[in-house]
């Protein structure tokens, strides 16, 4: 089945730096990767779509420089986080569509990133 | 608005059968997702359903009604391994994808 890598499972940085998140699809092209956020007991909120080759789209509320989101190639989108602040210690899921699927192929989501900031 | 409601929690006993409904209102409809959701993981795929009925897959089956607005997982012979949260997500118009909150399953032995 298709999946999806993410990396790193867990980060600790601290306030004021940088982070980066890899996701990638690892047997299947995707030309739209999606980027959540979950807080504990709460359910998944999507923060940006990523679109090879071109801008992401924010969800409305996320700041988009300070979520950077970068789609260079089919299998690869990567978001980083700037400027951390221990707000914004959350988990991190990623998740793709196959190019190939119809508009109703179910996500394969990464395993994702758990970032602590102090 | 737009909304998915699920129980918050739910708690069955090892060997039992436990449904898990999901009411959703939102703008178009293109299609309703299951996943399991362990704690501290990612989500995984379960079920999918657009058309009216019940789709079955091994101890898990998904039954959907448009009319009504309304989803169930089923989820038979439980297993301890199945405490997780289960999270309904619907596909509307523009398919984008809408999560319910998740309901947390429980199973005792």
């Known amino acids: 089945g298709a999946v999806v890598s993410q990396h790193p499972s867990w980060v600790i940085c601290k306030s004021g730096t940088s982070v980066k998140i890899e996701c990638r699809s690892l047997d299947f092209q995707a030309t739209t990767m999606f980027w959540y956020r979950q807080f504990p007991k709460q359910s998944l909120m999507l923060m940006a779509t990523?679109?090879?080759?071109?801008?992401?789209?924010?969800e409305q509320g996320v700041e988009k420089d300070k979520f950077l989101i970068n789609h260079a190639s089919l299998t690869l989108s990567t978001l980083t986080v700037t400027s951390a602040h221990p707000e914004d210690s959350s988990f991190y899921i990623c998740?793709?569509?196959?190019?190939?699927?119809?508009?109703?192929?179910?996500?394969?989501f990464g395993n994702g990133t758990r970032l602590t900031v102090t | 608005g737009q909304n998915i409601d699920q129980p918050t929690e739910m708690t069955a006993t090892e060997g039992a059968i436990v449904q898990i409904n999901c009411t959703y209102q939102?703008?178009?409809?293109?299609?309703l997702f299951w996943y399991q959701q362990h704690a501290g993981e990612a989500p995984t795929f379960l079920s999918y359903n657009v058309l009216d009925g019940l789709e079955e897959k091994g101890r898990f089956s998904s039954f959907l009604s448009r009319s009504k607005g309304y989803s169930y997982l089923l989820l038979k012979e439980l297993q301890m391994k199945d405490s997780a949260s289960y999270l309904c997500a619907v596909r509307d118009s523009n398919y984008q994808l809408i999560w319910g909150a998740g309901t947390k399953l429980i199973i005792k032995p």
């Open positions: 939102t703008s178009g409809f293109n299609g």
């Open positions: 990523s679109n090879e080759g071109s801008k992401a789209t924010y």
């Open positions: 998740s793709a569509r196959e190019t190939r699927g119809t508009g109703n192929s179910p996500l394969h």
